[in-house]
């Protein structure tokens, strides 16, 4: 089993649809949860991060975490081509200034 | 937020030699960057952890005499990629958190790396 395992895709939504990507993690002692978005042969870009339980907004992105079920997801609102990227969930165990571990990433394309 | 740099941007190297990629936090201190490595349409992968004044972690299956890092400022870590071979063609990454509250690891541009 991989330790945070996402959908490769591609998802496709049209523009102006809400996207939604999905991640599972399976070490519990996972404490902080990261988006990042990459274009391709670029490094990644941070979005957004989640610590605790429950959702977290920052304009058309809202990140929702649900520790029990180890899983964690990103909406994004309103979907514009530009957002054609790859999408990778990763994770932290622990406190601290630690390693990511990533996910393999979902390729998501906005449909203009 | 925190800039992180690297140098180069794309290396093409001949089988047998050696590259340096650098890697400098530019408004921040360091103490620890991280290293990863993604081959294409594959997820990014540590390779190694690189402290300030010492000894680098390498993770499992990582070969600590083919990658040294050398991390001997709080804004520059180096990794040298040592008689590179094809297979060691790949996307270099370095990392780092900045100093302060922010707990979110702040990427360089990546080191596009290929080896003829």
């Known amino acids: 089993q991989k330790e945070v395992e996402q959908n490769s895709g591609p998802l496709s939504v049209p523009e102006g649809a809400i996207a939604s990507l999905n991640c599972t993690y399976s070490d519990r002692g996972s404490q902080s949860f990261f988006w990042y978005r990459q274009y391709s042969g670029k490094s990644p870009e941070l979005i957004m991060s989640i610590y605790s339980n429950g959702d977290k907004e920052d304009g058309r992105f809202t990140a929702q975490l649900n520790k029990a079920s180890q899983y964690v997801s990103l909406l994004i609102r309103d979907s514009q081509p530009s957002d054609s990227a790859t999408y990778l969930c990763a994770v932290r165990r622990g406190a601290g200034r630690r390693a990511l571990t990533f996910g393999s990433g979902t390729r998501l394309q906005v449909q203009p | 937020g925190a800039v992180v740099s690297q140098h180069p941007s794309r290396v093409i190297c001949k089988s047998g030699t050696s590259v340096k990629i650098e890697c400098r936090s530019l408004?921040?201190?360091?103490?620890?960057m991280f290293w990863y490595r993604q081959f294409p349409k594959k997820s990014l992968m540590l390779m190694a952890t690189s402290n300030e004044g010492s000894k680098a972690t390498y993770e499992q299956g990582v070969e600590k005499d083919k990658f040294l890092i050398n991390h001997a400022s709080l804004t520059l870590s180096t990794l040298t990629v040592t008689s590179a071979h094809p297979e060691d063609s790949s996307f270099y990454i370095c990392?780092?958190?900045?100093?302060?509250?922010?707990?979110?690891?702040?990427f360089g541009p990546g080191t596009r790396l290929t080896v003829t």
């Open positions: 408004d921040f201190q360091a103490t620890t």
């Open positions: 990392s780092a958190y900045s100093t302060g509250n922010l707990a979110e690891q702040y």
